[in-house]
């Protein structure tokens, strides 16, 4: 007899073998180009859907990009290994199928899912795909967590490839959607976990990324192009925002959704990836306040200022917040 | 008066980064003015500490706007007078009518204004007293000077104000009151400093406008 977690680990490598071996109709691949549509969180997103489709008695949860296999096999080495493995061998594939048939599954049913699934996460890149996934598959209760954090996500990356806006207004655009977007993603991840490190984390976090927003406005007052050293500052504010402004929160979806054979188990890895994504998080940031200063990154006195008086909100609302501004500012003088 | 050595309060630097304050502009022109400025050490804590306290306005105006139907029940997170609490529960609803990301934008973004002005302006002070005199006695008298005045502060309209000595001995503040209530310590903390019995008495008092164009 075959134990569960035997049995579990061969049908997540015959599910991650057929998705290789459907999409090229069984054909030996050596070519590695060919594999370009073959993606980790692809792979991820069908596997889930298969075993979610199926009640397949595979460790899963939500995670940073959606549907999450827990296996060796969803990290860089085991996915990459098994990729080769399959796509050089695609007669291992055929032998898994025999032993999962042995295990009394409907093998051609799983199979025509697994063509459908693959056919519609490689329609188009996943930067399109995720957001209409998110709206449709994400648990309910986190579909605005993820619909922002993933647009949060887009429009990072948008501040670190884009050195030119030919309009003011498209980047005008731009900044509204990310204050709309975090604002949301705020509101969401409280809701989640609303401990001091994590909040002073991402309060941090959002005065750094308005900060360098602000540089780039004046690189557009001015009309110049953004230098190399400010997009690829947002590189690696893209990146810190991924492990450990939304990390901890995935972390955290991932334990409230996991189910599956390893379910206890994998919820203790989780717990510990979400405290030391908090904790890194924590001791990490000043290196991103440090390039900040160091690059010059940061706007002067004098362009804030400019940029205050030009900011498109009413000036009786300006007024109104320097007043309250005021009042405080009077008041820790005062009360110091 | 260029040589004089100017020693500042917290409000001259906040005047200075700060457009709320009527003297913004003097104290703009002041700072750019060629003249030995430095200020102590409890300055430079007292605007630590106005820097981290102002995100709690941000939290303030929320909470405020998300119980705007008890607007009774509003209560700051930091210690206001009446008048205002009633002013502030004056302006809040009319900014119901703006998104709170805007709100949070704005704030977020005049609070790092007034945080790069206090930068710049401490940039601008120098430490003249090191090998000149002795830094650190005339910081301690000082620092000693402003402690002692604190429980009577009252601050005034915003009005800058200096006072001279005739040893080019000047401290900058907004609150005229400090100098006619304290009026005798300072002169005796000066005495301290110069370690003499420094016997002129004669103080002037003058406003950063009057510095300006004295």
Same mark, same amino acid.
């Given at each position: 007899?075959?134990?569960?977690?035997?049995?579990?680990?061969?049908?997540?490598?015959? &599910?991650?073998?057929?998705?290789?071996?459907?999409?090229?109709? $069984?054909?030996?691949?050596?070519?590695?180009?060919?594999?370009?549509?073959?993606?980790?969180?692809?792979?991820?997103?069908?596997?889930?859907?298969?075993?979610?489709?199926?009640?397949?008695?595979?460790?899963?949860?939500?995670?940073?990009? $959606? $549907?999450?296999?827990?296996?060796?096999?969803?990290?860089?080495?085991?996915?990459?290994?098994?990729?080769?493995?399959?796509?050089?061998?695609?007669?291992?594939?055929?032998?898994?199928?025999?032993?999962?048939?042995?295990?009394?599954?409907? /093998?051609?049913?799983?199979?025509?899912?697994?063509?459908?699934? /693959?056919?519609?996460? /490689?329609?188009?890149?996943?930067?399109?795909?995720?957001?209409?996934?998110?709206?449709?598959?994400?648990?309910?209760?986190?579909?605005?967590?993820?619909?922002?954090?993933?647009?949060?996500?887009?429009?990072?990356?948008?501040?670190?490839?884009? *050195?030119?806006?030919?309009?003011?207004?498209?980047?005008?655009?731009?900044?509204?959607?990310?204050?709309?977007?975090?604002? &949301?993603?705020?509101?969401?991840?409280?809701?989640?976990?609303?401990?001091?490190?994590? /909040?002073?984390?991402?309060?941090?976090?959002?005065?750094?990324?308005?900060?360098?927003?602000?540089?780039?406005?004046?690189?557009?007052?001015?009309?110049?192009?953004?230098?190399?050293?400010?997009?690829?500052?947002?590189?690696?504010?893209?990146?810190?925002?991924?492990?450990?402004?939304?990390?901890?929160?995935?972390?955290?979806?991932?334990? *409230?959704?996991?189910? $599956?054979?390893?379910?206890?188990?994998?919820?203790?890895?989780?717990?510990?990836?979400?405290?030391?994504?908090?904790?890194?998080?924590?001791?990490?940031?000043?290196?991103?306040?440090?390039?900040?200063?160091?690059?010059?990154?940061?706007?002067?006195?004098?362009?804030?200022?400019?940029?205050?008086?030009?900011?498109?909100?009413?000036?009786?609302?300006?007024?109104?917040? *320097?007043?309250?501004? *005021?009042?405080?500012?009077?008041?820790?003088?005062?009360?110091? | 008066?260029?040589?004089?050595?100017?020693?500042?309060?917290?409000?001259?630097?906040?005047?200075?980064?700060?457009?709320?304050?009527?003297?913004?502009?003097?104290?703009?022109?002041?700072?750019? #003015?060629?003249?030995?400025?430095?200020?102590?050490?409890?300055?430079?804590?007292?605007?630590?500490?106005?820097?981290?306290?102002?995100?709690?306005?941000?939290?303030?105006?929320?909470?405020? #706007?998300?119980?705007?139907?008890?607007?009774?029940?509003?209560?700051?997170?930091?210690?206001?007078?009446?008048?205002?609490?009633?002013?502030?529960?004056? @302006?809040?609803?009319? #900014?119901?009518?703006?998104?709170?990301?805007?709100?949070?934008?704005?704030?977020?973004?005049?609070?790092?204004? @007034?945080?790069?002005? @206090?930068?710049?302006?401490?940039?601008?002070?120098?430490?003249?007293?090191?090998? #000149?005199?002795?830094?650190?006695?005339?910081?301690?008298?000082?620092?000693?000077?402003?402690?002692?005045?604190?429980?009577?502060?009252?601050?005034?309209?915003?009005?800058?104000?200096?006072?001279?000595?005739?040893?080019?001995?000047?401290?900058?503040?907004?609150?005229?009151?400090?100098?006619?209530?304290?009026?005798?310590?300072?002169?005796?903390?000066?005495?301290?400093?110069?370690?003499?019995?420094?016997?002129?008495?004669?103080?002037?008092?003058?406003?950063?406008?009057?510095?300006?164009?004295?």
């Amino acid at each position: 007899m075959i134990s569960p977690q035997k049995n579990e680990d061969i049908l997540i490598k015959w &599910i991650f073998g057929e998705i290789i071996y459907n999409k090229h109709n $069984g054909k030996q691949i050596t070519d590695q180009n060919q594999w370009k549509w073959a993606t980790n969180t692809r792979f991820q997103k069908i596997m889930y859907n298969v075993a979610e489709n199926f009640d397949i008695p595979i460790t899963r949860s939500w995670y940073m990009w $959606g $549907g999450y296999i827990h296996s060796p096999l969803s990290e860089k080495i085991g996915f990459n290994t098994y990729m080769k493995r399959y796509a050089n061998k695609p007669e291992l594939v055929e032998k898994l199928r025999i032993q999962i048939k042995d295990l009394g599954f409907n /093998t051609d049913t799983i199979i025509n899912e697994i063509i459908k699934q /693959t056919k519609y996460f /490689t329609s188009a890149s996943m930067n399109q795909i995720l957001p209409v996934y998110y709206k449709v598959k994400t648990p309910s209760e986190y579909v605005l967590l993820y619909i922002s954090k993933q647009n949060l996500n887009d429009i990072l990356e948008i501040f670190s490839e884009n *050195n030119n806006y030919k309009e003011k207004k498209h980047l005008y655009e731009l900044e509204d959607n990310y204050q709309h977007n975090y604002y &949301i993603y705020d509101e969401e991840s409280k809701a989640l976990l609303d401990e001091d490190i994590i /909040t002073s984390t991402k309060n941090k976090f959002y005065t750094l990324v308005n900060t360098a927003i602000d540089k780039i406005e004046t690189y557009v007052l001015e009309e110049k192009i953004i230098e190399n050293h400010v997009l690829s500052f947002f590189k690696d504010i893209s990146n810190y925002y991924k492990d450990y402004i939304w990390n901890p929160y995935a972390s955290i979806v991932s334990q *409230n959704t996991l189910k $599956g054979p390893r379910a206890i188990e994998e919820k203790k890895i989780m717990a510990e990836k979400e405290y030391k994504s908090i904790s890194f998080g924590s001791s990490n940031f000043d290196n991103l306040t440090i390039r900040l200063k160091k690059e010059n990154i940061e706007p002067s006195f004098k362009e804030y200022k400019l940029l205050n008086a030009i900011s498109p909100l009413d000036k009786n609302v300006k007024e109104m917040l *320097n007043e309250l501004l *005021n009042i405080y500012q009077n008041e820790d003088a005062d009360h110091e | 008066m260029n040589n004089a050595i100017h020693i500042l309060d917290t409000n001259i630097i906040l005047s200075y980064a700060s457009d709320f304050e009527e003297n913004h502009v003097d104290c703009q022109t002041y700072f750019s #003015l060629d003249i030995i400025k430095t200020t102590c050490s409890r300055v430079n804590i007292e605007l630590g500490r106005i820097s981290s306290k102002r995100n709690k306005l941000y939290e303030d105006i929320k909470r405020f #706007l998300e119980t705007i139907s008890s607007i009774e029940k509003y209560t700051p997170s930091i210690p206001l007078n009446d008048n205002e609490i009633k002013h502030v529960k004056k @302006i809040m609803p009319f #900014l119901m009518k703006v998104p709170m990301y805007n709100i949070r934008q704005y704030l977020d973004r005049k609070i790092r204004e @007034i945080q790069s002005g @206090i930068n710049n302006a401490r940039n601008m002070l120098k430490k003249p007293f090191i090998g #000149l005199y002795n830094h650190i006695a005339l910081e301690t008298h000082i620092d000693k000077w402003i402690n002692n005045m604190s429980d009577s502060q009252i601050l005034s309209d915003s009005c800058c104000w200096a006072r001279e000595t005739k040893s080019n001995f000047i401290l900058s503040t907004n609150d005229y009151s400090d100098f006619i209530n304290k009026r005798e310590d300072l002169y005796y903390c000066i005495c301290g400093y110069y370690e003499n019995d420094y016997k002129d008495k004669n103080f002037e008092i003058l406003s950063v406008s009057e510095i300006l164009h004295k």
